[in-house]
């Protein structure tokens, strides 16, 4: 089983911040930017101050590092095997469903803890149905974290659009950040084929 998304690089990057190697780390800080990603086929606005990772599979930015707040976008197969579940998505369900299906891969996740479910509403992406779901859980060495999570459909693909920080703290203080991220998304409809690397295109 392998760890929910913004942590898993947790230890990387947080050895290179400590040793002063953040000069080595794949991280892209950007003033406050409209972002153009053709290889996920979407566009938003990228917050001030917050640094975008070039690396990572997903879309990923973080504004004090990934153990701190992160922001996560993830266009996945809908029939590929998820993280830390058997369960499955399934092109022909609804929000609800992909919301129970994403909810059991949080709660089986490597290091999850004490899951709890604050939130579990219907939503909208740029004017596809989809779920939001706002929970808390503990890490191994007692942290407790907070997540705001989006998913929905959108032809072959199951779109995650995620933020996560510590409660205490750092949650609030970028949430708004957040909801204006989630505000701004748009779909780009033609989807041009990239098998390679992303070339993102950045709009100031």
């Known amino acids: 089983m392998k760890q929910s998304i913004p942590f898993k690089f947790f230890l990387y990057v947080s050895f290179m911040f400590l040793t002063g190697c953040a000069s080595l780390t794949p991280w892209l800080a950007t003033p406050r930017v409209h972002f153009k990603d053709t290889r996920r086929a979407f566009e938003t606005d990228i917050p001030l101050g917050w640094m975008r990772n070039t690396y990572t599979r997903e879309f990923l930015i973080t504004h004090d590092g990934v153990a701190l707040n992160a922001i996560t976008v993830e266009r996945r197969g809908v029939?590929?095997?998820?993280?830390?579940?058997?369960?499955?998505?399934?092109?022909?369900?609804?929000?609800?469903?992909?919301?129970?299906?994403?909810?059991?891969?949080?709660?089986?996740?490597?290091g999850v803890g004490q899951f709890r479910l604050l939130k579990n509403s219907p939503a909208e992406l740029d004017g596809i149905q989809s779920f939001v779901i706002e929970y808390t859980?503990?890490?191994?060495?007692?942290?407790t974290i907070h997540g705001i999570h989006y998913g929905c459909l959108k032809g072959n693909w199951v779109y995650r659009v995620r933020y996560e920080a510590p409660e205490q703290h750092y949650f609030k203080i970028y949430e708004n950040d957040f909801k204006k991220f989630v505000a701004g998304l748009r779909w780009i409809e033609k989807d041009p084929k990239n098998s390679g690397p992303s070339k993102s295109n950045l709009k100031i």
């Open 79 to 110: 029939e590929k095997d998820l993280e830390s579940t058997k369960k499955k998505f399934d092109k022909d369900m609804l929000p609800q469903d992909l919301a129970e299906v994403e909810m059991d891969n949080i709660r089986s996740g490597q």
């Open 137 to 143: 859980y503990q890490t191994e060495i007692g942290l």
